[in-house]
Structure formats: structure tokens, C-alpha cells
């Protein structure tokens, strides 16, 4: 009897603790048939209920609205160019066989000399007028994408016989992708303690929103280069440089065209579907890359006001390109495409076409409108695939015969 007792004891014991382990967990869900109803919230609804009646209203109201929402509940705010930022070119030397020029240039970004960050570009020796370009963060430092090169995510030679130059910064040199990365005395800012350290006029910026910034001041420095041609210029992104890639277009529409690589959850994928990484995961996993007003959304997608085809519409009108990869189902591919589709609407005011509406096949890239989006066969990475459909891509828009 009292053994009994005892064991009943215990059993109960052991299913409390097991409860709250399992209040703690956060369910990842891999079936579409386990998605929730749910609903899209229409971009093209102001705050006060009302509809946007053209495209002079978006652009000069709606816009900044969702803007604000994304900056205010997800990434914080993207401060503007700092006083005093000068740039200076390190080094130069031609590459790749007489194919190219690399070009070291620090950006300095205020007067003290102290705190600056490296901009990697490469750019086609023997263009006869100023290039179109493809900006984007790098995740292991300038000089690993050298060796980058070969293994395809900075295929130089690729983007350079196509005629586009390419420059990259040190994601870590901006913002170091570390939890920590708030706290600490920072002298030299870009260098150890993160943008965000030194320059806090962003109040509560999380890294996504250090890293767009950073994107920014490489197109500062580019709309200085007379070899750039800065109306040109196509910010680009894998992954969480993804997010930040279509954050940095959101914001800096000074860039003319936006590439979302495998970005995922809060970058391209639709939140609501609550497929692969979800709100929780990812606020729990990497709470640097948010402001903390994010956090009242942890297991309650439906409750944020906007959903990720609002950030891809912020894109308008200037040509997006989200892409996927078929075993990145951490990042949703449909969800990714969905994105895409659903910013249509937005597109549709000022005359141009989204994705067709049709999921494609893997390999399939449907780029021949404004919008365009591929499927790759494979794992999370950028590939020399997708740099050609985007070559291609930015081609047709850049380029058009
Ligand atoms: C994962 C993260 C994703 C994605 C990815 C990456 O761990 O959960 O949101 O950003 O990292 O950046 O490679």
C-alpha cells in the first residue's frame, strides 16, 4: 500500500516536471496539414481602416506605416548616416587574370578615425561605363570569401564576366551576430562592441536592423565611386543577411532592386503559417537580432500586425527576387513564395506584376515580371545557381535591350 502510494507519489512528481518541460518546449511543425487557419492582413489597409486608393498613397502614406510597424515590433529603428563619415581606399589590384579589380575601401564612420568597417569590392576591369553592382554582408570576413569564390557563394568571376561589380562588408565588423553584442564599452565600435554600442541612436535596434544600416553606408560609399553606376545597385542577402538585405531595402530606397536568399522566418516567409522556425525559435535563439517588443509575439504569429509579404511590398516598385532552396524547410519555401505572391497587390498600383500563381518546380525560376522567385534543388546556401538567375534577372532590368 504504501509502496503504492509512494509510486503514485513519484509519478506525479515526474509528470508535473514533465509538464513544464513541456510548457517550455517550443513545437516545431514540418506539416502542412498541421498549418492554422489563418488569415493575411491586407497591406493595402491603412491604420485607420481605411484603403489605399493609389499608388501616390502608398508611397507617401501607407509606406512609412508599415515601415514603422516592422521597426517598432520586430527589428527597431535604422538610424540615419552618421556626421563625419568619410571613406578611404586602401588598396587596389587587378585579379582574376586581367578580368577584375579589388578594391579595399574603409569606411570611417565618424571623424575620430576610430570606428570603421571594410568594404571588399571587386569590379569589372574593362567596363566601359560605370557598373551596376550587387551589395551584400558576408558572414565569415572579406578575405574568406576569397576562398568563398570557388565553393559558390562569391562566385567573383561569375558576376564580374557578367559585367556586375560586387561589394561586401564583414557582417561582424558591423554588428557581431552575438548575444552579447549590447553590452560593453566600445572604442573602436565596428571593431569589437558592434555598431549598435557606439552609435545608439537607434534606441533599441536589434543586429538585423545594425546590419541594414551597414548596408547603407556601403551605398554611401558607392554613390561616390565613379566607376559604380549608384542607380543601379542591388542589395542581396542569404539568410539572416537576407532578413537583412529586404530590411535594408525596406528602409533605403536609394537601393534599386532587393534579393532575399533563403531569408525565412522575419525575413521572406510568411509568419502565420507557422511552419519550420517560428516566432519562438527564433526570438529565443537570437534575441540580438530584435528589438524586445518583439517578444510579445512568441507563439502568436496571428497577433502581429503585419505579416512578411507587407516587409517584400516595402520592395515596391523597384524589382524583388526571393529565392528558396527545396530541403531549407527551416525557411519555408512555399511560405517564401507566398511572400512573393501575396505582395502583388502592392506591385499591381503602380503597374507592374508579381510571381505567377503558381508554386514552381524546383529549377523553374520565374522571373519575367517585376517580382520574381526560384525553387533550388538542394540546402540552405547560395549557390552559383542562384547568382546566375539573379544575374540574369538583373540583367533584363538593368540592361534591357
Ligand atoms: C538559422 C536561423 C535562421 C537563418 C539561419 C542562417 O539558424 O534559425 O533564421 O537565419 O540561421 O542565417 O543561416
Not at 11 to 28: D, K, P, R
Request: glycine share 8%.
Amino acid at each position: 500500500m504504501v509502496r503504492t502510494l509512494k509510486c503514485m507519489l513519484l509519478t506525479g512528481l515526474f509528470s508535473l516536471f514533465m509538464g513544464s518541460l513541456v510548457a517550455q518546449e517550443i513545437v516545431i511543425n514540418y506539416d502542412e496539414a498541421k498549418i492554422p487557419a489563418y488569415e493575411l492582413p491586407d497591406p493595402l489597409i491603412f491604420n485607420n481602416g481605411k484603403k489605399v486608393a493609389n499608388a501616390d498613397e502608398w508611397t507617401e502614406k501607407r509606406r512609412a506605416e508599415i515601415l514603422e510597424i516592422f521597426a517598432q515590433e520586430m527589428y527597431g529603428h535604422v538610424p540615419a548616416r552618421p556626421d563625419g563619415q568619410h571613406f578611404k581606399v586602401l588598396r587596389e589590384e587587378t585579379v582574376y587574370e586581367g578580368l577584375g579589380i579589388r578594391k579595399v575601401v574603409r569606411i570611417f564612420l565618424d571623424e575620430t578615425g576610430k570606428h570603421w568597417f571594410d568594404v571588399l569590392m571587386h569590379l569589372p576591369k574593362h567596363a566601359s561605363k560605370p557598373v551596376p553592382m550587387f551589395a551584400g554582408l558576408n558572414f565569415k570576413s572579406n578575405d574568406a570569401t576569397l576562398d568563398e569564390r570557388a565553393g559558390s557563394r562569391w562566385p567573383y568571376e561569375l558576376i564580374l564576366k557578367a559585367g556586375f561589380g560586387v561589394a561586401t562588408a564583414w557582417r561582424d565588423a558591423v554588428e557581431p551576430d552575438g548575444k552579447d553584442s549590447m553590452i560593453g564599452e566600445a572604442d573602436f565600435a565596428c571593431k569589437d562592441g558592434g555598431v549598435r554600442a557606439w552609435y545608439n541612436q537607434g534606441g533599441d535596434w536589434g543586429a538585423i536592423s545594425a546590419w541594414a544600416w551597414g548596408l547603407s553606408r556601403i551605398l554611401d560609399y558607392l554613390q561616390t565611386d565613379k566607376a559604380v553606376d549608384a542607380s543601379k545597385v542591388t542589395v542581396i542577402g542569404h539568410s539572416r543577411l537576407g532578413k537583412a538585405a529586404l530590411w535594408a531595402g525596406a528602409n533605403d530606397t536609394r537601393f534599386a532592386m532587393v534579393i532575399s536568399n533563403c531569408s525565412g522566418c522575419c525575413g521572406a516567409a510568411i509568419s502565420r503559417r507557422v511552419i519550420g522556425e517560428n516566432f519562438a525559435r527564433i526570438d529565443t535563439s537570437f534575441p540580438h537580432w530584435f528589438t524586445r517588443e518583439f517578444d510579445k509575439y512568441k507563439n502568436k504569429e496571428a497577433n502581429f500586425p503585419a505579416d512578411q509579404h507587407w516587409l517584400a511590398a516595402l520592395a515596391a516598385p523597384r524589382p524583388l527576387y526571393i529565392a528558396s532552396a527545396t530541403e531549407d524547410l527551416w525557411a519555408d519555401p512555399k511560405g517564401e513564395w507566398l511572400a512573393a505572391l501575396h505582395a502583388a497587390p502592392v506591385y499591381a498600383l503602380f503597374g507592374k506584376k508579381g510571381v505567377k500563381a503558381n508554386f514552381p518546380a524546383p529549377e523553374c525560376p520565374d522571373f519575367s515580371e517585376t517580382v520574381a522567385y526560384h525553387l533550388r534543388t538542394g540546402k540552405h546556401d547560395i549557390t552559383a545557381y542562384d547568382w546566375q538567375q539573379y544575374i540574369h534577372f538583373a540583367q533584363r532590368i538593368y540592361q534591357p535591350k
